[in-house]
């Protein structure tokens, strides 16, 4: 009878949520049915800086639905994508961009467009305890990352000009760290683990395709060591040479070193 009864309570509790909801929709509407496009997207503008995304939202949908040619329905787009994107609402920031991207292709905007894509792509965590922890963009997805780095590069090709430019170059180089970041991750796996081979391949790709992260250097010790390892005495002398001259300083140099005896890298923070 209990679970009869929650499962009740339930339901009248999420019912009279949708009710809500639908009468502040309606409500929205019954107040702004006189306005004009200009006043009501001043009214949603306010309620952007205010930091109420929702109503926001649905005072820019009203909008749209009611001055579909108008410039500020073009501008709304874009507005709701930003408030989509400030309430975490990833995915649907990225599909009303997606629709602005469709619809006007040729607005004036569109760089402000593809850099809120960016953004919204990017996805950083913006959460309290992650600011706390400082989290390491390594550590994220590199979908992600893959991702904001195209539509960030498509930016700058394409308005190398656009106020966001340098911002996005910022980004980008971030975003090149992480994705060393991510491939150092699976090659220390591999390493830890006697996957020597697997993990002088990772390395070799870091070297290779990142050449002004921080993770070369390690990279380059990792070659050496999975060398070593592999009985390849030539290799791992050739690749010590070129830790060498590019890092002589190196810790890596001073000793044989295995995996467990370094504090996987934070030295060079």
Not at 73 to 94: I, P, V
Not at 212 to 233: C, D, I
Request: aromatic letters at 12%.
């Amino acid at each position: 009878m209990k679970k009869i009864l929650l499962v009740v309570s339930l339901s009248v509790a999420l019912a009279a949520c949708a009710n809500t909801q639908k009468g502040t929709v309606d409500k929205d509407a019954q107040i702004t049915q006189d306005w004009s496009v200009e006043q009501l997207y001043a009214e949603a503008q306010d309620e952007l800086n205010s930091h109420n995304y929702t109503r926001a939202v649905k005072l820019y949908e009203i909008l749209e639905s009611r001055f579909p040619s108008s410039r500020h329905s073009q501008h709304s787009l874009l507005d709701t994508a930003y408030a989509y994107y400030k309430d975490g609402e990833r995915e649907k920031a990225l599909a009303t961009i997606a629709r602005f991207q469709r619809q006007y292709p040729q607005h004036p905007n569109m760089d402000y467009a593809l850099y809120l894509q960016g953004l919204t792509a990017f996805n950083e965590d913006q959460s309290f305890l992650n600011k706390l922890a400082s989290q390491d963009w390594a550590d994220r997805d590199p979908k992600a990352n893959l991702e904001a780095y195209r539509v960030f590069a498509q930016l700058v090709a394409q308005y190398p000009d656009s106020k966001y430019t340098p911002d996005a170059v910022v980004r980008m180089a971030k975003l090149v760290d992480a994705l060393a970041g991510n491939e150092m991750a699976v090659a220390r796996y591999y390493l830890k683990r006697g996957a020597y081979i697997a993990a002088s391949s990772r390395a070799q790709k870091i070297v290779q395709r990142y050449q002004n992260t921080r993770f070369v250097e390690e990279a380059l010790a990792m070659m050496e060591l999975s060398y070593k390892k592999l009985g390849k005495p030539q290799l791992a002398e050739d690749t010590r040479r070129v830790l060498a001259h590019n890092f002589p300083n190196s810790p890596f140099l001073q000793h044989d070193w295995k995996p467990d005896d370094m504090p996987w890298w934070r030295y060079w923070k």
